[in-house]
Antibody, heavy 120, light 108 residues
Framework: QVQLVESGGGVVQPGRSLRLSCAAS????????MHWVRQAPGKGLEWVAV????????YYADSMKGRLTISRDNSKNTLYLQMNSLRAEDTAVYYC?????????????WGQGTLVTVSS | SYELTQPPSVSVSPGQTARITCSGD??????AYWYQRKSGQAPVLVIY???KRPSGIPERFSGSSSGTMATLTISGAQVEDEADYYC???????????FGGGTKLTVL
């Protein structure tokens, strides 16, 4: 079955960096675009970034543009999110999400999320 | 940056029709998608490409879009439909995705 397992979250001081990982299994990772979506405490879902199935295109939310790098290693079935210059408002659960092939434009599998807390 | 606007909350009695709106400047040219998220669970797609219903989603869920507004309609809402609902779409370039702020549906 499809599994997406995020890791790398934790408590980090403002201004520091963090790299999140998402280990994918149960499907052909290299065929799917992948997203990061986050949810701050008490807030709604916020789309963060997407990477094409082959890594050829990457797009970011304006709110974090310039501080993020999404990447993937298809040989390791792993998605990454490098976050720099972290701010208190980046505190959220970060979800790894698969782009559907069957229904274009939709998100069909979500990980359980990893909590990032930015605090001094 | 592009935004989709939803009402924070909608409340109906069981059996009534619930309508949740989503407004965005790019919606005349971009599809709207709707996700249902119950507490502690992963979001579930209930409507895609404005008005298509995935298999397994009850017929009481329907979607429409006109101009800059997309609407999710739940005809004969049930208590089990209580959840947060998010619209999802892209900006005019198609590059950036965006979620609406979410609408908490209460059925009681």
């Amino acid at each position: 079955q499809v599994q997406l397992v995020e890791s790398g979250g934790g408590v980090v001081q403002p201004g520091r960096s963090l790299r999140l990982s998402c280990a994918a299994s149960g499907f052909t990772f290299s065929r799917h675009g992948m997203h990061w979506v986050r949810q701050a405490p008490g807030k709604g879902l916020e789309w963060v970034a997407v990477i094409w199935y082959d890594g050829s295109k990457k797009y970011y939310a304006d709110s974090m543009k310039g501080r993020l790098t999404i990447s993937r290693d298809n040989s390791k079935n792993t998605l990454y999110l490098q976050m720099n210059s972290l701010r208190a408002e980046d505190t959220a659960v970060y979800y790894c999400v698969r782009d559907s092939i069957e229904v274009t434009g939709t998100l069909d599998y979500w990980g359980q999320g990893t909590l990032v807390t930015v605090s001094s | 940056s592009y935004e989709l606007t939803q009402p924070p909350s909608v409340s109906v009695s069981p059996g009534q029709t619930a309508r949740i709106t989503c407004s965005g400047d790019a919606l005349p040219k971009k599809y709207a998608y709707w996700y249902q998220r119950k507490s502690g669970q992963a979001p579930v797609l209930v409507i895609y490409e404005d008005n298509k219903r995935p298999s397994g989603i009850p017929e009481r869920f329907s979607g429409s879009s006109s101009g800059t507004m997309a609407t999710l309609t739940i005809s004969g809402a049930q208590v089990e439909d209580e959840a947060d609902y998010y619209c999802y779409s892209t900006d005019s370039s198609g590059d950036q995705r965006v979620f609406g702020g979410g609408t908490k549906l209460t059925v009681l």
